[in-house]
């Protein structure tokens, strides 16, 4: 069965500083795709980014960026020079291909507080 | 962003008593979703929907019920609510592909006294 583990619950940051979130995943498929979402205090969930189990490569959008490895099953997120408005509960998930309808499995969820 | 609409997005109620949440989208996908939040637990799946009146259990799916019966609709039925069922209801929806993204509804904050 999947799984996905974000073991840091909480992460208190200066602004400014960077800040990496950590997301582990377990499957058996070879096929999967990763994301994040971002939760704000507003309480919706916001769509931040798709990766497939077959592209390894880095994605950077603005002060944002993912580094995914196969090989230690991890999925993190970094955040550079961190701002206040960074600060929410963000998700790793997981859908696997084989999961019909797309189902996507939670991790835990970490949450982000960015101090000024 | 995806025309999702949950209703209401706060109730409060009584244990013992039913309790249907109401997810209406706008974007003609085929499977909608319903999860529940809970601290310590991220999102958990409650059931699903594939398409009019198809529907399946996610892990989470004892004490609730399900219905389907417009693409557009997906409800959600607490049928006696208890305690444990306090907590805040997201309602996704997809187009099924496994690599797109699901979208959420802004949530339901529901509290069982």
């Known amino acids: 069965a999947q799984k996905v583990t974000q073991a840091q619950t909480e992460i208190s940051v200066v602004e400014k500083e960077d800040v990496t979130l950590d997301c582990v995943y377990e499957?058996?498929?070879?096929?999967?795709?990763l994301f994040w979402y971002k939760q704000p205090p507003s309480g919706e969930l916001v769509f931040l980014i798709r990766?497939?189990?077959?592209?390894?490569q880095n994605e950077i959008s603005g002060r944002y960026s993912w580094n995914f490895q196969k090989s230690t099953s991890s999925f993190n997120f970094t955040i550079t020079a961190s701002q206040v408005v960074d600060s929410a509960v963000y998700f790793c998930?997981?859908?696997?291909?084989?999961?019909?309808?797309?189902?996507?499995?939670f991790g835990e969820g970490t949450q982000l507080t960015v101090n000024p | 962003d995806a025309g999702i609409t949950q209703s209401p997005r706060h109730k409060v109620t009584e244990t013992g008593t039913p309790v249907t949440l109401r997810c209406h989208q706008t974007?003609?996908?085929?499977?909608m979703y319903w999860y529940r939040q809970d601290p310590g637990h991220g999102l958990r799946l409650i059931h699903y929907?594939?398409?009019?009146?198809?529907?399946d259990k996610g892990e989470v799916s004892d004490g609730y019920s399900v219905s389907r019966s417009k693409t557009e609709d997906f409800l959600l039925t607490l049928e006696s609510a208890t305690s444990s069922q306090t907590s805040v209801y997201f309602c996704?929806?997809?187009?099924?592909?496994?690599?797109?993204?699901?979208?959420f509804g802004d949530g339901t904050r529901l509290s069982i006294l």
């Open positions: 996704a929806i997809s187009n099924g592909r496994v690599k797109q993204p699901q979208h």
């Open positions: 499957t058996r498929d070879t096929t999967y795709y």
């Open positions: 990766r497939n189990s077959f592209d390894e």
């Open positions: 998930a997981l859908s696997e291909a084989e999961t019909s309808g797309s189902r996507l499995t």
């Open positions: 974007e003609n996908h085929r499977y």
């Open positions: 929907s594939y398409g009019v009146k198809d529907t």
